[in-house]
């Protein structure tokens, strides 16, 4: 595998923080949110930051590597232009799934896959298709979770060093992720980093959190708290990062503030000389030791021509757990039932502050926040996202409508405006929202 390209230290760009960005001294390059941008309309300030010679690096959440179905070709090829768009010399995405095809449903969030065997063998297909596709090298990011799948048969070590070995993709190892993944579910950063390929790390992620009630969050809200830094200086004493980035989404602070958390992640960076990383002798070293009460089965070759069979198995686990969390459904079992709540209540919240960003107005229509997220996770109990956010947040105001609500009159007149404008469309009449309430309460 080819050293990767130095890439130095670095900031998530939004928006929000734009200005900021391009003051803020020793900056090397930046990573966007692949679907906020458009490759024919770059935000002029990011465009100053490349004019400038700032690297900018696409980062992809909606392609689901990790789920049962083969990736999306639009989206792939969504990635491919803004990785162009940008002169990028990789595009990065998740080890995740975000969605079930039958039945249909999104989880608008990154969820963990299982590690098993045939978990495996779909996301290496997966990956060899996106590689095929992609006009830049890919590299994947381990993610955080919230909860464990029952009955996996290979650790965290084992399942991104065989993910490397049989499709060649790169890592993007996120240290928060590694330490959320500690304290929610009983696994070693240490471990984890002593078991996988550190040759193919392409960069590394860094972010706050907050623990509420023994489960960490992965906020990306919060200040990089000593402990995450601890794990970044961990990886740091095995291998020189060709990359480091800072993630912040939410709760942007002062730019004094972003600068110290840049500065602090450069001084674990130049703490001391790393020692390269062991070549491993077989097998056995990439086995990292496995979380308490987690039995780990022994790695066995997989039949050829099994790829129907092993998607079908993998679709109908991840349906069962996406249907438990957005729809309701029973808590599939070996399932941690208190963590499924969690995880749950986790999405049905985010689901909410994700469309009150896309639609500002639906808080102002409705009165304030607190109203309009009591309106809105009554509404989600009922209606599983199935079309993204954007569909969320005019699914949600036909739902109220549907309902004669808001009840002040000139509350709901905005309302109807706001969604005719975007729905391109008349709202319901009086009598189809009758009909369509009597079939609701009767189903």
Known sequence: MKPMAHLGVGIGWRPEIADAVERLPGLDWVEVVAENICPGHLPEALLRLR??????????VSLGLGGADRPDPAKLAALGERAVALGAPLVTEHIAFVRTSSPALEAGHLLPVPRTRDALDVLCENVRV??????????LENIAALISWPGEELTEGQFLTELVERTGVRLLIDVANLHTNRVNRGEDPAAVLEAIPLEALAYVHVAGGVERGGVWHDTHAHPVPPVVLDVLAELRSRVDPPGVLLERDDDFPPEPELAGELAAIRAVLTAGPATAPAAPAGPAA??????????????????????????????LGQAALLSALVAGTPVPEGFDRQRIRVQARALAAKRADVVARLAPELPSILGGDEPYRTAFLAYAKGRPMTGGYRRDALDFAEHLLIQDLPADPAARRRLTAWWRDRAGARPPRRMTRWARALVGRAA
């Open 286 to 315: 990439s086995v990292a030791p496995s979380a308490p009460d987690r039995p780990v089965a022994a790695a066995e070759p997989r039949p050829a021509g099994d790829d129907g069979a092993a998607r079908t198995r993998v679709g």
């Open 130 to 139: 996106a590689q095929d596709a992609l006009p830049v090298p890919l590299a």
């Open 51 to 60: 004019e400038r010679g700032t690297r900018v690096v696409p980062h992809g």
